[in-house]
């Protein structure tokens, strides 16, 4: 099987980290955000990952060279000349999506993160009979893509843009399995599967959705990256088998890679993860945050509800907050207050 990674788009919600990094290899829980899908798909037998991108191809392919070897799974890219919206990119894409089996292929946006049940989607796909299955996710306030569907057979009605009107507690999940059917209804020209290709599929009765177990969350932008970092770390406390933390002074679900060095007196969690080489240094507190590859944190510092980029050091008693973004190689001087705000030097 295949799978196309949407990572188009311009990376601007995340700055400053996306001005170094396409968003999809910045950092989550430790680990590259695309990582955490493409794992997932090499576990269900996905043997090629497609990514279409509007910049040099190279820079993506030389950083994920390395899981592509350790996976055993092709990652290709194909090049956009100018950005093509989310179906745009499958029609580029479409010889190396076509490979005479008529398997379906995975479509997944980027910056979702969730548990990514792609046994359940597959064997749920090929049970209705219809051409493409997007998975939804239950909310109370829909508000992007609401998706109306018969509750038993799971045959979506509408797939309404957003909406003044309530058309129910269900919206897409960014999660795509589509028919190799689904390329002839897409030219190659900017266009969305969300609002050209997918309300045309529900009228002829091909489109069906999937309700998505347990969390999901679009970690794009930092307030969102935080939150799914909660949900992440509460599903993997949840697995019997995974180990979070085994340091003193640890509150809630903690994620410390093995080579971080933790100082006496600090008070970690909950909700925190701590990246490979990180120094965080005497009676330091950490909430809510992530301190990425390389940080250095230093002695009395308090960081609640932030992001500390790679290499990046926090002085002597500092107190970061409200959701501040501190980008690569920044030094944050001794004493420093931040409370909000983006912060690329």
């Known amino acids: 099987m295949k799978a196309l990674i949407l990572i188009g788009g311009f990376a601007t919600r995340l700055q400053p980290l996306s001005l170094i990094f396409s968003t999809p290899i910045i950092d989550f829980a430790n680990k590259p955000m695309i990582l955490h899908q493409i794992e997932a798909l090499t576990n269900i037998g996905v043997n090629e990952v ?4 509007s910049y040099p191809p190279e820079v993506m392919i ?3 060279k390395d899981f592509e070897d350790k996976f055993e799974i092709k990652i290709t890219c194909c090049r956009e000349i100018e950005p093509l919206d989310t179906a745009g990119p499958l029609a580029l894409a479409k010889e190396k999506l076509v490979d005479g089996s008529g398997e379906p292929f995975f479509v997944l946006h980027s910056t979702v993160i969730n548990e990514y049940p792609f046994a359940e989607l597959i064997q749920f796909h090929k049970s209705h009979g219809g051409e493409a299955t997007v998975m939804a996710t239950e909310v109370d306030k829909p508000s992007t893509y609401g998706i109306v569907m018969d509750e038993d057979s799971g045959r979506v009605d509408r797939f ?3 909406s003044a009107d309530f058309v129910g507690n269900k919206f897409n999940a960014g999660i795509y399995l589509l028919n190799p059917s689904v390329l002839d209804r897409i030219d190659l020209r900017p266009t969305s599967l ?11 009765k091909l489109l069906y959705a999937m309700v998505l177990p347990g969390f999901w969350m679009d970690i794009g932008e930092p307030k969102d990256y935080i939150t799914g970092q909660r949900l992440y770390l509460d599903s993997l406390r949840k697995k019997a088998s995974t180990k979070l933390a085994a340091v003193p002074r640890i509150i809630g679900n903690v994620l410390i890679h093995e080579t971080a060095v933790i100082g006496e007196k600090c008070l970690i969690g909950p909700d925190v993860a701590i ?4 120094v965080i240094e005497y009676g330091v507190v950490l909430s809510g945050c992530t301190v990425m590859q390389g940080a250095h944190i230093k002695k009395n510092s308090c960081i609640l509800n932030s992001i500390i980029g790679r290499r990046s050091i926090v ?3 500092a107190l970061i907050d409200r959701m501040t973004v501190i980008g690569e190689d920044v030094h944050v001087s001794d004493e420093a207050n931040v409370r909000g705000g983006l912060f690329l030097s």
Not at 50 to 53: K, N, S
């Open 50 to 53: 497609i990514l279409p991108d």
């Open 62 to 64: 030389n950083f994920l």
């Open 160 to 162: 309404v843009e957003k």
């Open 194 to 204: 969300e609002k050209e290709v997918f309300p045309k599929l529900a009228s002829d």
């Open 275 to 278: 990246g490979p080489g990180c």
């Open 315 to 317: 002085g002597q008693r």
